[in-house]
């Protein structure tokens, strides 16, 4: 596959192997793109690193998004190496686990703030970044989940959060579509990554899905990163603005 030779991307939310940003981060590289990749802090590091050396990252840095000064180092290393971006991939979430773990109702200010902060407005504070590199148009990507739309067991804080980025990826497809630029979220069904093992009963999210979906099997990283592909691809700049499901049809059973 060569549908992504000759463009550059930044994968941001790599913390593992299990990662849906790696499974999208190999299927870029894979196509042919080039990748700035990034990881949260030292502690991360040892885990990311390796991976972005497989996919022969070109740009390694730290970034923490709450860290403005992070974010600039790492948007000046782009413009200065680069020159340009043609694709972002946002595969961030992050809640604290007492505001995780109960009831909406019962969310502190402090917690929903702060899952609201990492997990939804970062994708748009990178967007304000990568749009003057993207002259020539682009694809910014996030990763949303069926709780933004339903109410799922156990999903709590997060679904209101997931719902205001998808939101959010509605109202920046308009605002960004004048400059070629589209904006998409894939949603996949449950996947045991390491953000999501903070669920709370995680493990019967998982079996309920592959039990009820049509195709009887979980969704894998590989295929979240073979849809991001296209999605970042030139074959889909005519697709901004969705929330592309890719959950094997659980979401489509009553």
Not at 225 to 236: I, N, P, Q, R, Y
Request: glycine share 10%; charged share 20%; aromatic share 6%.
């Amino acid at each position: 596959m060569t549908v992504l030779a000759g463009k550059r991307g930044l994968v941001v939310g790599i913390a593992n192997e299990h990662s849906i940003a790696w499974g999208c981060a190999k299927a870029f590289a894979a196509a042919g793109a080039e990748l700035a990749v990034t990881y949260l802090n030292a502690k991360a590091e040892p885990h990311v690193r390796p991976l972005a050396d497989e996919v022969a990252a070109r740009i390694v840095m730290p970034l923490d998004v709450t860290d403005e000064a992070e974010t600039d180092a790492l948007f000046a290393a782009i413009g200065e190496r680069w020159g340009r971006l043609d694709f972002l991939l946002h595969s961030l979430a992050f809640c604290p686990k007492d505001d995780l773990h109960g009831r909406v109702v019962d969310s502190s200010a402090s917690g929903f703030t702060q899952a609201m902060d990492i997990s939804c407005h970062s994708f748009l504070r990178l967007i304000r970044r990568a749009e003057p590199l993207m002259t020539a148009g682009g694809a910014c990507l996030t990763v949303s989940y069926l709780g933004a739309d339903r109410a799922v067991r156990h999903y709590g804080v997060m679904g209101p959060v997931k719902a205001a980025l998808e939101a959010s990826v509605r109202y920046a497809a308009v605002e960004l579509g004048p400059e070629g630029i589209t904006v998409n979220a894939i949603s996949p069904g449950p996947l045991a990554t390491r953000a999501a093992s903070g669920i709370d009963h995680f493990d019967e999210l998982l079996n309920e899905a592959a039990e009820r979906a049509p195709t009887h099997h979980l969704t894998s990283i590989d295929e979240c990163g073979a849809f991001a592909t296209f999605l970042v691809s030139d074959a889909a700049r005519s697709v901004t603005g969705g929330v592309h499901i890719i959950d094997g049809g659980y979401s489509v059973v009553g």
